[in-house]
């Protein structure tokens, strides 16, 4: 991506080297709400449970270190892309007559504490409907591409915008709809819906890069292709097989790397948010 010189977002919370501990631990695991769990790494959500420090040790190479030039960098990146998204969701939602809320976003190292609770950077990118931020431990990034084989800068400035996808469900109601029948459907069932909304954040994120690559001179020749690796690097069938190597359907949270690729390229084909009712697709 050609990113340099573009426009950064105001709303970026920068607390990378800055550590997490003698932070209170507010609220407990009562106040975690589970949406904030949603994993891209399609990690099981009690993950989080185990990645909770509270008051424990960080790693020594985070508190109080300055940001290498790489670092810096990314943090560039990163506005730049929460940048785009703010003006994709604030033209697109202005079209229904609603105005955009901008989230925030908290770029962290090792740990961070979120209105949704702690989290530790295992637990991987996320947004917290509670506080409306999206976290972000870059360090993700690297994972990425070392592990999951997504590389290129346009895979992370996916997983941003399928973050910002789970704000924009969020502004317009439905991760409330979603979240209301939990305990009131089978655990089955809720699962189905869970994987009904991240391939909608999916979609979502496909949206944004439909208007990305309108933008003169942006997007390079191989970006769209890395979105969509990524993509399907995150299907929770891919990633099962990769931990446990077989695939339990009923676990997916997130959808196969089949069902993620297909939502995020018609968000990106047409552009057109009324394109993206996951809810009612018969077929995912
Ligand atoms: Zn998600």
């Known amino acids: ?3 340099q010189g573009r426009r950064k977002s105001d709303n970026v919370e920068d607390r990378r080297g800055i550590s997490g501990r003698g932070l209170a631990v507010g609220g407990g695991l009562g106040g975690l709400i589970i949406v904030a769990l949603y994993l891209l790494l399609g990690g ?3 993950q ?5 420090r509270p ?3 960080t790693s020594p190479a985070a508190a109080g270190q300055p940001l290498s030039e790489k670092d810096k960098e990314l943090g560039d990146f990163v506005s730049v892309v929460l940048a785009d998204t703010e003006d994709v969701w604030r033209s697109t939602l202005s ?3 609603q105005q955009y809320r901008e989230p925030s976003l908290v770029l962290f190292t090792d740990q961070v504490q979120s209105a949704c609770g702690y989290a530790g950077a295992a637990t991987g ?4 409907p509670g506080d409306e931020k999206l976290y972000l431990d870059l360090s993700f990034f690297d994972e990425m591409q070392i592990k999951l084989g997504a590389p290129g800068d346009f895979a992370l400035a996916y997983v941003i915008a399928h973050e910002v996808g789970h704000h924009v469900q969020n502004q317009l109601g439905i991760m409330d709809q979603v979240m209301s029948q939990r305990g009131r459907v089978s655990e089955r069932e809720f699962n189905q819906l869970q994987v009904r909304l991240e391939l909608q954040a999916d979609f979502l994120a496909g949206v944004w890069a439909h208007y990305a690559r309108q933008a003169a001179g942006y997007l390079e020749q191989g970006d769209i292709e890395e979105g969509l690796n990524a993509a399907s690097a995150v299907g929770d069938d891919r990633i099962q097989r990769q931990q446990q190597g077989y695939v339990v359907p009923d676990a997916f949270t997130h959808g196969t790397s089949e069902q993620r690729v297909r ?3 018609k968000g990106l084909e047409t552009g057109d948010i009324n394109q993206g009712d996951t809810f009612n697709a018969d077929i995912l």
């Open 55 to 57: 008051g424990g040790e």
């Open 1 to 3: 991506m050609r990113w």
């Open 44 to 46: 099981n959500p009690d």
């Open 125 to 128: 990118p996320f947004y917290c």
């Open 95 to 97: 079209e229904g007559g």
């Open 48 to 52: 989080i449970t185990q990645n909770l």
């Open 263 to 265: 939502w995020f390229k």
